[in-house]
């Protein structure tokens, strides 16, 4: 009988290969992960302009004075 060790008690795995649709998950994910820091990126860019036009025009319009209620 041959001496068990770890080499030949255990025999390594070979290596799957890659199916069709493994590789077509594989793409449709890496598609939509740069779709996304596209948006993201998009919305923090516009974020940061409304944010400063907003600060912006808050500074330069005077403050409305309240309407007085009617007595009754």
Do not use: C, H, Y
């Not at 199916?19 to 596209?38: A, P, Q």
């Amino acid at each position: 009988m041959a001496k068990l060790n770890k080499d030949t008690l255990f025999k390594p795995a070979a290596p799957r290969a890659e199916t069709v649709m493994d590789k077509t998950t594989r793409v449709v994910r890496d598609i939509l992960d740069t779709e996304t820091e596209k948006r993201e990126a998009k919305t923090q860019r516009l974020r940061k302009t409304r944010l400063e036009r907003e600060a912006a025009t808050q500074d330069d319009t005077p403050a409305a004075k309240p309407k007085k209620r009617a007595a009754k």
